[in-house]
């Protein structure tokens, strides 16, 4: 049988941490930033981001957090944003969601519980319109307290999760987000 042992501190990550903190400094005065968190597998980087989370417990943080995840060889679309957004509605409130997001109906493609529209009348909205959705939502949720997102084993995401996360470091400058994602560096 094999025991897994595991320090009860992260050991050589103070210099990572500072890192995280500093991105963490700048995102709540509202410039948002990204942070890739890489390295081989085993390394540490999701012990990194609980240790990060962790550390923004008792601010006035709202820390959201989604993984990646290989089922059968692929990651179903958009995943770590369904967590994402899930923790959002819950911590916020489901109408809260659809107001600062425009209404529900975009959100519905990752998440049907956020329409508010019946399902028979639901237009398939385009990813442009997704990802403009999702953009502002996380904009208008960061204007109420600053926003953590992070977002675990890139590596693993669908090529959708990938470009959202991308646009989502391009085109929100001015929103108090930091945007954290892990991602293995080796095979």
């Known amino acids: 049988m094999t025991r897994r042992v595991s320090a009860p501190h992260l050991v050589d990550r103070a210099e990572d941490r500072a890192l995280l903190a500093a991105a963490w400094v700048e995102a709540a005065a509202g410039t948002s930033r990204t942070v ?3 390295g081989e597998a085993g390394i540490g980087k999701t012990r990194l981001l609980d240790a990060f989370s962790d550390d923004l417990t008792g601010t006035d943080a709202l820390v959201l957090r989604g993984a990646c995840v290989p089922l059968g060889g692929h990651s179903p ?3 770590p944003f369904r967590t994402v957004l899930s923790d959002l509605a819950t911590d916020v409130g489901t109408e809260a969601v659809r107001a600062m ?10 998440i049907p519980d956020l329409s508010d529209e019946p399902m028979s009348s639901r237009s398939d909205r ?5 990802v403009d959705v999702v953009a502002r939502l996380l904009h208008a949720a960061s204007a109420q307290r600053p926003v953590a997102v992070l977002v675990e084993d890139l590596h693993w995401a669908d090529s959708a999760s990938r470009d959202l996360v991308g646009y989502l470091a391009r085109v929100l400058r001015t929103s108090r987000l930091l945007l ?3 991602l ?3 095979p």
């Open 77 to 79: 679309p958009y995943a």
């Open 101 to 110: 997001a425009g209404g529900g109906a975009a959100l519905s493609r990752i």
């Open 180 to 182: 954290v994602a892990s």
């Open 36 to 38: 890739l968190v890489t």
């Open 184 to 186: 293995r560096t080796t």
């Open 126 to 130: 385009g990813v442009d319109d997704l």
